[in-house]
């Protein structure tokens, strides 16, 4: 029988430790957003994420700005926010509109309250193989829930299908950490063959934005499928594998919606927490 992984258990576990954290440290814990645009996807992510941080005690802060605010004025907004005392985590909700370049946007945050873990030096970090970042939060919520449900890596063959920075790269960097061990190929948009490299995979993540990109006949017997992807269809969410047919074949898989996106969730307000105990073992 296939086993439904889903993200609701492991992401409540997080967020018992997180509320614990936060009781610990006699402290007010933020975490800021910014939201610029009107796009309803983004829209209700930033819902669910203050809606999330209420239920741990963290407090937020919503910086919902026109999508067509211009360049320098989305900078000054994040400036603003590293300087801001209140806010111990920063979360700039992608994708930016058109014309606004978001590498630009992150790389200004402040690394220290970096709470998506998107900024080059918590990248860095993760590279490194580093602790004291914040670790990018989908890639951190796919290893713990991994790890909630005692799914092996060692040794194992993990395909993930996605270079990104907010996804695919950072995952494979998890994956193929001493504390892993997996094996791991990438593979994108170039890749020739995608079935014959997916069909080896012990561990397949796919995070391509492409509904239907996986079927049956990509995924090996037994393998671990993880959905990362989020695509609208016909007014509903499915992810980027084609569920049905995979669940004949995989020994487990995530569902969409419910998979992986609490626990997307879930990591940033352990990011955060995490950021606001650094700021204050450093006295800043
Ligand atoms: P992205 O920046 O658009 O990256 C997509 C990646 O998939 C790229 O590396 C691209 O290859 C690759 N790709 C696209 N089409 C492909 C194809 N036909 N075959 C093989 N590879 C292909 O997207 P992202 O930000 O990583 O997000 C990926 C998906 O995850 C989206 O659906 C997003 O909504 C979802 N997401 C979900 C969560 C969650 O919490 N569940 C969190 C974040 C994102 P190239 O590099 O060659 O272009």
Known sequence: MTQLLTGKEPAQAIKDEVAERINALNKRV??????VGDDPASEVYVRMKHKAAATVGMYTYDHHIPGDTPQDEVEDLVRGLNADPAVDGILVQLPLPDGLDPDAVIDLIEPGKDADGLHPHSLG?????RSGGAVPATPQGIMR???YYDIETEGKLAVIIGRSRLVGRPMGLLLNHKSANATVVFAHSRTRD???ITRQADILIVAAGRPGLVTADGVKPGAVVVDVGINRVDEKLVGDVDFESISEVASAITPVPGGVGPMTIASLLLNTVVLAESRIAAGT
């Open 125 to 129: 970090l993760v590279v490194l193989e």
């Open 194 to 196: 995608l079935p014959a």
């Open 30 to 35: 933020g975490l800021a957003t910014v939201l």
């Open 145 to 147: 829930m991994l790890d």
